[in-house]
């Protein structure tokens, strides 16, 4: 399993970026897709997740309404499409993906959950 993380890049305060996890090795269906983010001096934070299986998706409520995530199935692909940005959104952003134990469908937002990480894009708001 690879997961290939990438779309980072700097924006100023207010601007959108688009980031895409590109899977191999596993098939959307079976798998539960977070995305992560982890600033200097800060613990891992679940941002989104995906299961395409359950039509499912849930985000924290510091991105609700600004970040969504989507999946390209034909492409094996997931996006998180971030507008608003905002400085606190500065992190390195992971995205993961893990089998849908029971754990991870009642807390998607765990990091614990998941098997399979990629190796991560930076992203930085200006203000």
């Known amino acids: 399993v690879q997961l290939q993380a990438s779309g980072g890049g700097l924006v100023q305060l207010g601007g959108s970026l688009r980031l895409s996890c590109a899977a191999s090795g596993l098939q959307l269906y079976d798998y539960a897709i977070g995305w992560f983010r982890r600033a200097p001096g800060n613990e891992r934070e679940g941002v989104a997740y995906?299961?395409?299986?359950?039509?499912?998706?849930k985000y924290a409520n510091s991105v609700k309404d600004r970040f969504t995530i989507s999946k390209d199935n034909a492409a094996n692909t997931i996006y998180l499409q971030m507008n608003s940005l905002k400085p606190w959104d500065t992190a390195v952003y992971y995205c993961?993906?893990?089998?849908?134990?029971?754990?991870?469908?009642?807390?998607?937002?765990?990091?614990?959950?998941?098997?399979?990480w990629g190796q991560g894009t930076q992203v930085t708001v200006s203000s």
């Open positions: 995906i299961s395409v299986r359950h039509g499912r998706t």
């Open positions: 993961a993906a893990g089998l849908i134990t029971a754990d991870v469908f009642r807390n998607p937002l765990d990091p614990k959950g998941y098997d399979y």
